[in-house]
């Protein structure tokens, strides 16, 4: 079975422009789940989507934002860019009937001048 | 607020020898507990999972989970170069009855030394 994918790998962008990423869970999979990975604050996470619907949300500002579509790829977008938005962007998925247990993509690194 | 604590290390053992990593977490209605382990540069990968009191094996790897010490630990036997990495406990939090996220200690660096 193929893992989940990420795309792009890599990004650097400018303060205030906006980055989307995208997440391909692993076949079979309905939950994601994003993460931001700074080395000050670790593994922190974002929001969970299980079914085109958010269902748990961490706390971070309203610039973050994501979204599920009916194939359960998965979108998160940030807007405004700020300088501490550096971080591995990691995205997990769930499901197959080990609903709890979550498997990383190879994130994205986003940089950000 | 939920949190996992782990000593950040780093921990340096010798080759062949037993690596004791360890976790603690303060939400008593956690559930499931796991360990990831995390090379530099790359994103975590899943080791090992434990739901119940007691020691769970899986090849050189043993987590060990109390829950009445909200603990989990994992050992790591004969050691070998390539086990240096980042090891994250990360335990479920569940809201209002349904699965919820990972929350993620900042992990442990293991270093085995030749």
């Known amino acids: 079975k193929a893992g989940v994918t990420q795309t792009p790998r890599y990004l650097i962008k400018t303060r205030g422009q906006q980055v989307t990423l995208s997440c391909s869970p692993i076949s079979g999979h309905r939950s994601v789940s994003w993460y931001q990975q700074t080395p000050g604050q670790g593994l922190q996470f974002l929001f969970e989507y299980f079914s085109e619907t958010q269902r748990n949300k961490g706390n971070f500002p309203g610039r973050f934002s994501g979204r599920q579509f009916s194939n359960s790829r998965s979108e998160m977008n940030v807007s405004t860019l700020e300088l501490g938005d550096s971080a591995l962007y990691l995205c997990?998925?769930?499901?197959?009937?080990?609903?709890?247990?979550?498997?990383f993509g190879p994130g994205t690194r986003l940089t950000v001048l | 607020q939920k949190e996992v604590e782990q000593n950040s290390g780093p921990l340096s053992v010798p080759e062949g020898a037993i690596a004791s990593l360890n976790c603690t977490y303060s939400d008593r209605g956690s559930q499931s507990f796991f360990w990831y382990r995390q090379y530099s540069g790359k994103s975590p990968e899943l080791i090992m999972s434990?739901?119940?009191?007691g020691d769970k094996e899986d090849g050189r790897f043993t987590a060990q989970l109390n829950k009445a010490s909200q603990y989990v630990s994992l050992l790591i036997r004969d050691s070998q170069p390539s086990d240096s990495a980042t090891y994250l406990c990360?335990?479920?939090?569940?809201?209002?009855?349904?699965?919820?996220?990972?929350?993620f200690g900042k992990g442990t660096k293991l270093s085995v030394k030749p």
């Open positions: 990360a335990v479920n939090a569940f809201y209002g009855g349904s699965q919820g996220n990972l929350i």
């Open positions: 434990i739901y119940s009191n």
């Open positions: 997990a998925s769930s499901g197959g009937g080990a609903e709890d247990t979550q498997y």
